[in-house]
């Protein structure tokens, strides 16, 4: 499985925007990028995924480098809601393989 | 939106009986189901990839013979842990995806389940 690579911990502020970072640098050409969170005992949740482009929903933003080495999610205004560990997964032809992800704390 | 949801969500058991997790996709039909373990302060861990109407495929440890998958239709996915330990405590996850696995499939998680083995 292709491996990602992101920082074990972020911290923000309240209502300030979040860039967690994300590194795969053996990202094939048919993979996309997936990102999910993981709320304090729940299931993963669907962020964003994409494959070259910038990415947008009501969620979060994603931003890919040209090389597609790596990525950014973009949290806009984070919220002590948003406080989670955010894993950036590579899509291939099998299941979601998680890593370690970035657990994210959110201070008000 | 897809939900994919799991019942129960708390289950407590005894050591060596047998308890069975639910998986059902409420708006969607999957064809392929995965399983995932994950004890406290750790990632999710693959267990198993479920296909509806065969068997199901194990990663390398897991122990077909006591995690006992079922995908009999295209909405229901089971897990039964059988002859259960304290060790087999943990958080158990289910996800979804609507159609045969491509690399850009949204893939649908479930709530989860926690099993606790007395």
């Known amino acids: 499985d292709a491996k990602t690579t992101q920082p074990n911990s972020m911290e923000s502020n309240e209502e300030e925007p979040v860039h967690l970072p994300c590194n795969h640098s053996?990202?094939?050409?048919?993979?996309?990028i997936h990102w999910y969170r993981q709320l304090p005992s729940q299931g993963p949740e669907y962020v964003i995924h994409g494959l070259t482009s910038n990415v947008n929903n009501r969620m979060a933003s994603l931003a890919i480098a040209e090389d597609r080495k790596s990525s950014t999610l973009i949290l806009h205004r984070a919220t002590l809601r948003d406080a989670a560990v955010y894993y950036c997964?590579?899509?291939?032809?099998?299941?979601?393989?998680f890593g370690k992800g970035t657990r994210l704390s959110v201070i008000a | 939106g897809a939900v994919v949801s799991q019942h129960p969500s708390r289950v407590i058991c005894k050591s060596g009986t047998s308890v069975k997790i639910e998986c059902r996709s409420l708006d969607f039909q999957a064809t392929t189901m995965f399983w995932y373990r994950q004890f406290p302060k750790q990632s999710l861990m693959l267990m198993a990839t479920s296909n509806e109407g065969s068997k199901a495929t194990y990663e390398q440890g897991v122990e077909k013979d006591k995690f006992l998958i079922n995908h009999a239709s295209l909405t229901l996915s089971t897990l039964t842990v059988t002859s259960a330990h304290p060790e087999d405590s943990s958080f158990y996850i289910c996800?979804?995806?609507?159609?045969?696995?491509?690399?850009?499939?949204?893939?649908?998680f479930g709530e989860g389940s926690w099993l606790t083995v007395v």
């Open positions: 997964i590579l899509g291939r032809n099998t299941p979601l393989v």
């Open positions: 053996t990202i094939s050409g048919t993979d996309y």
């Open positions: 996800s979804a995806s609507k159609q045969p696995l491509l690399s850009g499939n949204t893939i649908y």
